[in-house]
């Protein structure tokens, strides 16, 4: 297989999956039928121009250059999916409960999201505070965000 066959398949992978180090990569590639060693997966990292990026875990990740807005918000997305069980409006507050020890995670990519609308989060166990910048309807952000529950209910 050709450069650019394992090019796409390296960004191919790191859109689909948590890779934070050149073994990983190089494994993960292997297990796609790909023989490469180490230097090369070094050598496609700098071509491709990936970049390492916090994951809503924590880790640190390979990750395309220039993740778009759009990118973050299908994450955000995609985390309000997995994490969230409900979602109301108190007041200038948005909170959101998730399962029990879920709550900082789903704090976290909705941090990294960098949503125009959120000031900051708080995280508990089970509940997030969403603290709104001025001017931002938290009945309005409750309704964005219940749209992406209503999404994952039909999936």
């Known amino acids: 297989m050709n450069r650019k066959e394992r090019q796409a398949a390296i960004l191919r992978l790191v859109g689909e999956r948590a890779l934070s180090t050149q073994a990983e990569l190089a494994a993960a590639l292997h297990d796609g039928g790909f023989d490469v060693v180490q230097t090369t997966v070094s050598r496609d990292i700098a071509e ?13 990740v390979y990750a395309p250059p220039g993740a778009s807005d759009a990118d973050k918000l299908r994450a ?19 909170v959101i409960t998730t399962p029990s020890g879920f709550a900082s995670a789903l704090g976290q990519a909705m941090d990294e999201a960098g949503h125009p609308a959120i000031a900051g989060t708080i995280a508990g166990d089970n509940t997030i505070f969403v603290a709104l910048h001025d001017g931002i309807s938290a009945g309005a952000f409750r309704d964005e965000l219940a749209r ?6 039909a999936a």
């Open 48 to 60: 491709l121009g990936l970049v390492k990026v916090r994951a809503p875990s924590g880790r640190l």
């Open 76 to 94: 955000l997305g995609s985390a309000m999916r997995r994490y969230a069980v409900g979602v109301e409006a108190a007041g200038s507050l948005v």
């Open 148 to 153: 992406y529950l209503a999404r994952g209910a």
